[in-house]
Every structure is written in C-alpha cells, then in structure tokens.
C-alpha cells in the first residue's frame, strides 16, 4: 500500500503547479494520474493529416477520442460538449496557449453589477501569483495592456501578430477600439532549456517543439527530480474517510486492472470541474450519502464552460490565415465591461487566430455538400488563406441547474460510474453573445472583409470547465474556502477550475494555476496547524 504526506489526484495543469511547489517545500508527494506521459514525437502537427487527426484520435472530446486512459461523458443534455485530456499535463497538452488573466471587476459581480456572488479575494491577492506563474510557464507579451491594472511585464517578447494580427489591429484604431498582442503561454524565445516557437499552427494537437508550456514540460521534471513520485494508469474511484471526519487516502485501478490504495495525510483534487465532482459523489457512502464535501448541496452545481461564437470575414487578398500559433495573435476587451444598455450584463473577450490549413478548408464541415465537384477549388481558394476569425468568449454567470451529476447506468472501462452533464445556454448569455457578434462583424467589415459568417455558439467549444465547487467563505454556500481548503473536510483541497465563483469571459487556465500556487503556498506555510489522520 502507498503512503505520502499528500496525494494530489491529476498532474495537469493545477497539479503539476501543486507538486513543483510541495517537492521544493520537502514533502513526500505521490501523484496519481489515469493516463500516461505523452509522446511528443507523436503529435500530429509534424504530419500532413494533422487536421484530420484533431477530428478523430486528437479530438478534445473524450466521447470521440476514445482513448483508454479517457473516461466516457453523457452529455446528450448539454448544449455544450466537454473537452478535456487525460495524461500528464493534462489538457494543456491539447489547449491553444491563451494566457489571459480575469480581470479586476471579474471578482465583484455581485457588488458591480447585483448577480452571481463575489470571489472571496480579489485580482490584488492574485496578482502576484500571475506573475510569478507567467515566469514559471514562460509567458509572451507586450505590458502596458490599458485593460489590465500595472504590474510585471510578460517575461518574454510578443510572438508575432501576422497580417491577420496587423489587418485587425488597423480596423481597430480606425474605430477607436482596444486591442493589443495577445499574452500567449508560448515561447517568442529560449527559456528554461525550451525552444522558441516555430509557428506549426497545430497548437491544439500538441506541441512537438514543446514550446507551448504544459505541465509536463514546466513543472513535472524538477518536480519528480525533488522526489515526487507520479503514477500513470492511476484511475481514482473514491476517496477514503477516518472515523473522526479527515480523509485519509484514495482507492484507485491500475491499466492491468488491479485495485489498490493509498494512505495520505492531505489530499488535492485536481482532476478538473468535471472530475472532481464525481471523485466526490463517486465517494457517497452511508455516513456521507450525498458525497464528500457536499453539505452545501453544490457539489457539481454552477458548472460554467464560457458559451463561444466564432465570426469570419471574408477577404479578396492573401493574408496566409493559416500561419502560427493557434491562440490568440491580438486580443481585444472593448466590450468586456457591463453596460446595462445593451440589454446583458459582463460581456466577452475576443482573440483573433489562425483559421487553419487546406484540409481544414475543405471538409465538409465547412465546405458542405454543395461545393464538391467544380465548385471546389473555387471554395478552398475563397477560404485558404483568406479569412480572419474572431473567438468571442463569453462570460457564462453561474446557474445551479447547469451541474455535473452521476449517470445512472454509463461508467468507464473500470466499471466507475460516469459523469452526466447538464448545461444550457441563459439568456443572459444568448443575448451577449448576440451583441458582440454583431460587433466582431463591423470589426470585420471595418477591416475590409467582403462577406462575413458566424457561428452563434459552436458546441464542441467546452474547453473551460468551471464552478463545480465552488469557493467562498461561507460553508452554506460554498465548498471551499479562499485557499481551496474543504469547509467540510479539513485536510482536503481542490485546486483545480472547479473553485471558479464565477467564469469572467476569459481563457482561465492562467487563473487555475496562480490560484493552485496560492493554495499550496498556503498549505505549505500553515503545515503546523494542518489537521491530519493520526
């Protein structure tokens, strides 16, 4: 049987943060992972098939990939399909690099604008945080951002913006309107024995240059180096409780499908918003029927994924569209703010990418049946190279209906109950997405597009996977407190987006990892006062 001091149950994005930290602090760590290093010489993006690949075996849903190491999700009741990865460095092995932060109003919408709830900190606690997170996943940017309070400039210098970037940004001044280079998690030079970017523009596929930061890269070497021991093919069924009210460890299924269990003074879910609910209601028993860490009854309520339109102009000139890295080349926050009159509160957060290479231009899920034959290459030609495309993020306001619920019949190849979904798109949402559609296209047609198409909201966009539990300072309506410490579970901590109050409209992995390295840093300093199985 395995011991340590702390499990910590996912080594992507929070949990590689969480172990780099605790390794350097001297604990005995075991991290438990239910899939497996991946393999960068396998990544799709040196390969002419990439973008047929990214439909099939490097598909971001689990439902469609199929891998062993994934576990299947019911989501026939979800207007928006999860996407996640399983492997060390989690999903950042398979998101586009967008390192944007919330922003300061992001922590005060019930004060700002009487809806949701307010964090129980704010972008000020946080702060420093981000920046020491930007320099630990070697962030590229520009500083001076009028959307964001002073602070630390990026580590590195912007990557390059493209024509695209350039066309966009012009339109932009011409209508008074923000923009500004993008921060990207993205290597513009070397660091920490790290390649640059060489601009294969199949970010979301893997990074064989391992230039894009991802966990198994930044923060799992020198981790497992300071004595972290990391177990792939580790899948956690539940987790396991004393008599007086502590955890004290996890069970969990080997690949070769042994059972086993480990003991641990401390335990960090970071399985992600999906996952970490049902670890929790997965581990209901007699004495805890509706799950750990669930008196507030929100254990998977609140689940938020950022509803996301994408809105494409149509250009007579070359703009080489389907060059460099996929997140975004220039951002902008013009209507990130509330404003009242317009019928919505929040807003959204737009970024400007690539729009992808010739396979991608010409599959019928954007060519259509119609254009085969000789009307073809007339469609590929209109569409290669010649398109730009704004990603609107929307902000998604918590509902507790929208949740993470066990299915009554699905599970996994381990016979674990599986995760059901339910989320549909508010009203709220709906009509801010419909706003800042409608001023993406004058953006576009600002810009010179000579026909424009939207996507209202793309359902295979669930990337952001937030709420599920989570933090406040109440254990009524809370499951965590500030530092992601369990109100009902003292020596249980989730530093994953599952503690998200509320989404912002922005990219949030950024977010999860300055608040994991908060957490921990917590934990680390206040060892001494730590409740812990005898």
């Known amino acids: 049987m395995e011991q340590a001091d702390v499990l910590i149950i996912g080594a992507g994005a929070s949990g590689g943060v969480a172990a780099g930290a605790l390794a350097e602090a001297g604990f005995d760590v075991l991290c438990l992972e239910q899939g497996d290093w991946p393999d960068r010489a396998d990544y799709p993006a040196q390969r002419g098939t990439y973008e047929l690949e990214a439909r099939k075996q490097w598909s971001g849903s689990p439902n469609v990939r199929r891998d062993p190491s994934d576990y299947p999700i019911n989501d026939t009741d979800s207007a928006v399909v999860p996407l996640m990865y399983a492997g060390v460095g989690g999903s950042m092995i398979m998101y586009a ?13 019930r004060s700002l604008d009487g809806v949701a709830d307010d964090w129980p900190l704010r972008y000020r606690d946080l702060q420093p945080f981000y920046e020491r997170t930007d320099v630990a996943f070697g962030v590229s940017g520009v500083g001076g951002d009028p ?10 210098p912007p990557l390059p913006i493209g024509k695209i970037g350039a066309r966009m940004a012009e339109a932009h001044d011409k209508l008074g309107w923000h923009w500004w280079p993008a921060a990207q998690a993205v290597l513009s030079a070397p660091h920490r024995g790290r390649r640059p970017c060489v601009q294969f523009g199949a970010c979301m596929q893997g990074c064989p240059e391992g230039a894009k930061a991802s966990t198994d890269l930044t923060h799992w070497p020198a981790a497992i180096a300071g004595g972290v021991r990391l177990l792939t093919g580790a899948r956690v069924s539940r987790l396991l ?3 007086n009210g502590l955890v004290s460890g996890a069970e969990f299924v080997r690949s070769d499908g042994s059972w086993h269990i480990v003991r641990a003074g401390v335990v960090m879910l970071a399985a992600n918003a999906v996952g970490t ?7 209901a028993s007699s004495r805890y029927p509706d799950g750990l860490a669930n008196s507030s009854g929100l254990v998977g309520r609140r689940l938020m994924v950022h509803p996301f339109a994408n809105v494409t102009g149509y250009f007579d000139d070359d703009l080489e569209s389907w060059r460099g890295h996929v997140g975004a080349k220039i951002t902008s926050y013009e209507f990130y703010e509330t404003d009242t009159s317009r019928g919505f509160v929040r807003g959204a957060k737009w970024s400007l990418a690539p729009t992808g290479g010739p396979l991608n231009a010409a599959l019928p899920t954007r060519a259509g049946d119609e254009v085969w034959g000789d009307a073809h290459h007339d469609h590929v030609r209109r569409h290669l190279g010649r398109t730009i495309s704004w990603g609107i993020f929307g902000e998604d306001l918590p509902d507790e209906t929208n949740r993470v619920m ?3 019949a699905l599970t996994d190849s381990s016979g674990i109950p599986a995760p ?7 009203e709220n949402s709906r009509r801010l997405l419909d706003f800042h559609i409608a001023r993406a296209v004058e953006s576009l047609q600002a810009a010179g597009a000579y026909d424009v198409a939207t996507e209202s909201l793309m359902p295979y966009s669930g990337w952001h996977l937030l709420g599920t539990a989570r933090m406040g300072d ?4 809370s499951v965590v407190n500030q530092y992601g410490r369990c109100h009902d579970i003292p020596n249980l901590y989730i530093v994953d987006g599952s503690v998200f109050v509320t989404s912002g409209g922005v990219n949030p992995t950024s977010t999860i990892t300055a608040l994991a390295l908060r957490s921990t840093e917590q ?9 812990t199985v005898a």
């Open 97 to 109: 690099g967008d390192w944007p932060r919330l922003l300061p109003s992001d922590f005060r919408v």
């Open 147 to 156: 959307a964001y309070p002073d602070g630390a400039e990026p580590p590195l």
């Open 241 to 243: 409780m004393s008599d």
């Open 277 to 283: 609910p049902r670890i929790l209601l997965n581990s």
């Open 406 to 408: 066990l299915d009554a």
């Open 420 to 426: 059901k979904i339910t989320y549909s798109v508010s």
């Open 474 to 477: 109440d254990p009524q309506t």
């Open 523 to 531: 934990l680390i300093a206040n060892r001494r006062n730590q409740q």
